[in-house]
């Protein structure tokens, strides 16, 4: 089968993790796989680039900023190039542009958000101008699916698909990383005010108080650069710039996880976090906000889901973690071979038309 999977800006982030690894998974199965975007790849991008070249998947990314006839142009002109049998839009706005073409490939729509793009008025007219034209509309999350049929209305094929991640490499690491050095707390996600970071400085203000050689290390793509801004003063007013390192996107991730003590996720919304899955394979001691996408994670062993709005139970909660131990976590149906099955199947019964999920 010949798959396209669109994102709108080659980044590490979510919905761009995920395209980059169901499109390795589905070339090493022998199908022909290419991965192209509405916006120029970030720079933190450049490793996986290589990972995809090296996997024979061929990335057609444009090399500037272009207006709106501009993307339309770029993305036809790969569609013509590439011809797939079916493409994979990650997230709405790249969902909207190649439903707005002139073309009869069969399109998937796939919700990463971690909001509902739909409460957006502009945003909720377009989608129910263009809804029919998706052949399939994925959630990553029920909440994805529920927020849409709310908001916009039910589509024929819906389906919910969780994020999968690779189990065996952040094992892998784990047990062979030394234990030893400073307690860690480990945050990782994009930097604007869902993720929550300030919360997470705040807290550890207080567990620094109980562990006084426990460091903090923040990262990810800057998406809010005055909410990072933000982040930096917090931790320069609470003088904790001796623990907390504030860090841009890392690409080691797995490493990091394994050198780490415990995993913050502190998000007020999530769709279904890759960075809360990797935590999960890893098997770090987590600690995470009680919202409705984590709570599948609820009876995983080391893993505590709490009210990260009450300062005092997230820092007691990250104490409790910096004292527990790794452990071996199961991850039936969350792995990267369950989503990218699930994906494949999807894309087989949109090619063949009329099948009902």
């Not at 010949?2 to 090493?28: F, K, M, N, Y």
Request: with cysteine; aromatic share 6%; hydrophobic share 45%.
């Amino acid at each position: 089968m010949r798959i396209l999977h669109l994102v709108l800006a080659p980044r590490l982030s979510g919905a761009e993790v995920l395209a980059t690894e169901l499109a390795l998974h589905q070339r090493a199965e022998d199908h022909h796989v290419s991965l192209t975007s509405l916006l120029p790849a970030h720079d933190d991008f450049e490793q996986l680039r290589r990972q995809l070249a090296q996997g024979d998947v061929p990335c057609r990314f444009p090399l500037k900023r272009h207006g709106m006839a501009g993307k339309l142009w770029h993305l036809y002109r790969v569609i013509r190039i590439v011809r797939p049998d079916v493409i994979f839009a990650h997230a709405t706005i790249p969902a909207f542009y190649v439903r707005a073409l002139p073309i009869a490939t069969p399109i998937v729509y796939i919700m990463h958000s971690a909001t509902n793009d739909f409460e957006r008025n502009l945003f909720r007219r377009v989608e129910r101008i263009l809804s029919a034209r998706a052949r399939a509309v994925v959630g990553v999350s029920r909440t994805n699916v529920d927020d849409y049929i709310a908001t916009v209305g039910p589509h024929p094929h819906m389906i919910v698909i969780p994020n999968g991640v690779d189990p065996a490499r952040f094992l892998h690491d784990a047990a062979d990383e030394a234990s030893g050095g400073a307690p860690q707390i480990v945050q990782i996600g994009r930097y604007t005010a869902i993720k929550n970071q300030l919360q997470t400085v705040r807290a550890f203000a207080q567990v620094i108080r109980e562990v006084p050689d426990a460091r903090l290390l923040l990262c990810g793509v800057i998406e809010d650069p005055a909410y990072h801004a933000q982040v930096i003063e917090l931790v320069l007013m609470l003088g904790l710039t001796h623990a907390v390192a504030i860090e841009g996107p890392r690409t080691d991730v797995s490493r990091m996880l394994a050198q780490a003590s415990a995993f913050a996720m502190p998000s007020h919304s999530e769709g279904h976090s890759i960075g809360f899955l990797e935590a999960l394979a890893s098997g770090i001691p987590v600690v995470a906000n009680t919202i409705e996408p984590f709570r599948f994670a609820n009876d995983f062993p080391g893993v505590q889901l709490v009210d990260t709005d009450d300062t005092a139970a997230y820092a007691s909660a990250l104490v409790a973690a910096l004292n527990q131990s790794r452990v071996r976590r199961e991850l039936t149906g969350l792995t990267l071979k369950d989503s990218a099955d699930r994906y494949l199947d999807v894309a087989r019964k949109v090619v063949r038309q009329g099948v009902v999920f």
